[in-house]
């Protein structure tokens, strides 16, 4: 779809991909997501979908995959404009090559602050019993003396956001002058790097269709509005639930978004018909 778009056409990319974590990589399966989730609701750590693992290789092969896509978006969007790509802080740099190598500057590693989120570490008791190496005299000995360790997974505040820039042609002016891009609006006052908003509440769920990895409308309304102007066109190539959609509709920016899950797309479609309502 992207190879559709008009080069130098588009003044924006503010995109969500998968972030490669084990099953929830490029070859997303909407079925096989949905039956995981169904399982965490009887885990031991809930709400993140049954075999969410993180394993290097699939960090690795993201940065290669998304290599391919930043290639298509370098060529789609204008001198000197900003590209957001959301990703696991544990992806970034593999990200952030991956766009790099395609020409795209890596300006800034943004932050989306939602807060304290569910601490998934997981203590040694339960792997110390069933440990088959250790004798059954000493576990107790050991679990004692693990007690109050855990593995390495802190509790999450953030998600990262990526923020490259294709160059410029010119100087930043002449860039601006001539296509409208390459700067930042600080009229409401100086902006930091951190994107203070809470996770969706249950409203805004039902309405994007229960999306596992749902952004908050007014996270993207906000990036929006700080990287781009009114009339611009945003692209989204990882589009989901449409959340830039009804950014765009609420911004007044034009939209292009792309989805390869049927089932999304048909709520998307549903989505923005009911946002754009709102407006007559």
Known sequence: MLDMIETESVEIVITDPPYGISQLNHDWD???IDNSISKSKISTVKSIPVGMKFDPKDSRELGTFLGKVAEKLYRVLKPGSFCLVFSHPRSVHRVALGFEEKGFEFRDQL???YGIGQC???GMQ???????????????DIIQKLKGFKTA??????????LFQKPKVGTTVQN???????????????RSNRFSHRKPNKQERLEAGKHPTLKPCSLIEDLIKVFSREGDTVLDCFSGSASTGVACIRTKRN????????????QSVERLRLEQEKLV
């Open 30 to 32: 909407k079925q096989q």
């Open 111 to 113: 932050i989306w602050d």
């Open 120 to 122: 998934k570490a997981q």
């Open 126 to 140: 339960n792997f110390i019993k069933k440990a088959k190496y250790i004798d059954e005299s000493q576990k107790e």
């Open 153 to 162: 997974q802190l509790a999450p505040t953030y998600e990262s956001i990526l």
């Open 176 to 190: 601006y002058l001539k296509y409208g891009t390459g700067l930042v609006d600080f009229r409401n006052g100086a």
């Open 255 to 266: 939209y292009i978004l792309i989805e390869k899950c049927e089932d999304y797309y048909e």
